[in-house]
T-cell receptor, first 116, second 111 residues
Framework: EAQVTQNPRYLITVTGKKLTVTCSQN?????MSWYRQDPGLGLRQIYYSMNVEVTDKGDVPEGYKVSRKEKRNFPLILESPSPNQTSLYFC???????????????FGEGSRLTVL | GDSVTQMEGPVTLSEEAFLTINCTYTATGYPSLFWYVQYPGEGLQLLLK?????DKGSNKGFEATYRKETTSFHLEKGSVQVSDSAVYFCALGLGNNRLAFGKGNQVVVIP
């Protein structure tokens, strides 16, 4: 089954404790991206990757890191989480190479993160 | 910059009622436009899209028409079901697979 898989789905952590949210897709998609969803703000893009070893900042990259060492995986790293990073996080991928602008993204089920 | 604006507030309506969710956009050029739906506890999924002016996207009984003259892409469904209860997001293509999302509208359909 074609899917985007995120882990963990739920996490409660404390300020400053490094964590990684993994994202894996089995559709051989080149494009992957991370979003956060907050009440009243909709979805905001954190980082995206057009291909292996190519990553770029989105609209709200502060406090986050990503890596794209393999095509299928795109982990989101919070080196020193803070309470304002409490949010619902979504990973997404697309088969388009970029520039074609079709915008058909496939989303994971989300990871709800709480930072105390 | 390019952006979309959705009508404020949740939408509550009875089963078989007509649904409209407004979406307007601001953009240079002619971007693709999208509606995504998020069912409870799930990620977003593409509902429909339109890539140029006057295009009509449709899926699962939902429709939206790309109106350049009014810079709008309103979502409509003639007869909603309880299973249509979800959050609906309008989005605009920024190029390179990037999307600008609206804030979303919670739709609650009452039996």
């Amino acid at each position: 089954e074609a899917q985007v898989t995120q882990n963990p789905r739920y996490l409660i952590t404390v300020t400053g404790k490094k964590l990684t949210v993994t994202c894996s897709q089995n559709m051989n998609h080149e494009y992957m991206s991370w979003y956060r969803q907050d009440p009243g703000l909709g979805l905001r893009q954190i980082y995206y990757s057009m291909n292996v070893e190519v990553t770029d900042k989105g609209d709200v990259p502060e406090g986050y890191k990503v890596s794209r060492k393999e095509k299928r995986n795109f982990p989101l790293i919070l080196e020193s989480p803070s309470p304002n990073q409490t949010s619902l996080y979504f990973c997404a991928s697309s088969f388009d190479r970029g520039g074609s602008n079709t915008g058909e993204l496939f989303f994971g089920e989300g990871s709800r993160l709480t930072v105390l | 910059g390019d952006s979309v604006t959705q009508m404020e507030g949740p939408v509550t309506l009875s089963e078989e009622a007509f649904l409209t969710i407004n979406c307007t956009y601001t953009a240079t050029g002619y971007p693709s436009l999208f509606w995504y739906v998020q069912y409870p506890g799930e990620g977003l999924q593409l509902l429909l899209k339109a890539t140029k002016a006057d295009d009509k996207g449709s899926n699962k009984g939902f429709e939206a028409t790309y109106r350049k003259e009014t810079t709008s892409f309103h979502l409509e469904k003639g007869s909603v079901q309880v299973s249509d209860s979800a959050v609906y997001f309008c989005a605009l293509g920024l190029g390179n697979n990037r999307l600008a999302f609206g804030k979303g509208n919670q739709v609650v359909v009452i039996p």
